[in-house]
């Protein structure tokens, strides 16, 4: 029987419905944490093989955790992986359900756009991502790497719409948001995290939904989740 260290309703509800595992038990220790926090003191060390295996045994545990995944991914980068990396932020993409997890992903398919010499279906997927992530810091690498395309390419990029955008993504046959059956999963998760009690994380799972449909019944069931628990 799998083992398995999943314990947030949604992403049980993602594990169950993109990976179909049949039978499995969820373990009370979370090893995944764990694995991750020694992958970051191997890492610090220098040790990048060794992190590498932490994060994949993480991965064994928890294969729909986006947090595993971006581990992944990054050391995977200092180790100048780039198939590697093409291979997990595709894996990566039915689980990713927040703006920031979309921009992480939008970034790095334009990084691995950029490194198979497609400089301007990079630019499009750099400028995408920015639309997704708040972070400063985050949409200061995308400039930097639109402005060293537009230097390479000696041009400057059109400024273009959200609409155009999503044009180009869709003519290079890429998602322009979340997958529509991930948000319906985290739908059917909240209902059921209702029904359990499990009020947070019902919370959280409505979250998600409401980030991307703003639908009226979401609404009102996030607002007295948030009543319950204040």
């Not at 309703?9 to 993602?14: A, D, K, M, S």
């Not at 926090?37 to 064994?60: N, R």
């Not at 919370?203 to 628990?229: A, F, G, H, N, P």
């Amino acid at each position: 029987m799998q083992n398995v260290c999943i314990y947030h309703i949604g992403e049980i509800y993602l594990f169950e419905y993109y990976l179909k595992p049949g039978e499995y038990e969820i373990d009370p220790d979370d090893k995944v944490t764990r694995l991750l926090s020694e992958a970051e003191e191997q890492e610090k060390k220098g040790g990048l093989m060794l992190a590498l295996q932490d994060a994949e045994k993480a991965k064994d545990l928890n294969p729909v955790s986006t947090r595993v995944f971006e581990k992944l991914v990054s050391l995977n980068f200092r180790l100048n992986r780039v198939p590697v990396i093409r291979s997990l932020v595709d894996e990566a993409y039915p689980y990713l359900a927040t703006p920031s997890e979309l921009a992480w992903y939008y970034r790095w398919k334009g990084f691995c756009d950029l490194e198979s010499y497609q400089p301007e279906q990079a630019e499009v997927l750099y400028r995408y991502s920015m639309l997704f992530e708040k972070s400063e810091k985050a949409n200061e690498q995308a400039k930097e790497e639109i402005h060293y395309l537009e230097e390479a390419l000696k041009k400057k990029m059109p400024d273009y719409t959200t609409a155009q955008l999503q044009e180009k993504l869709k003519g290079y046959g890429l998602p322009t948001g979340p997958s529509d059956i991930t948000i319906a999963l985290y739908y059917r998760a909240g209902e059921e995290a209702e029904r359990k009690n499990l009020l947070q994380q019902a919370l959280d799972c409505y979250t998600i939904v409401d980030l991307w449909s703003k639908d009226r019944e979401v609404e009102e069931r996030i607002q007295e989740l948030e009543q319950k628990l204040s």
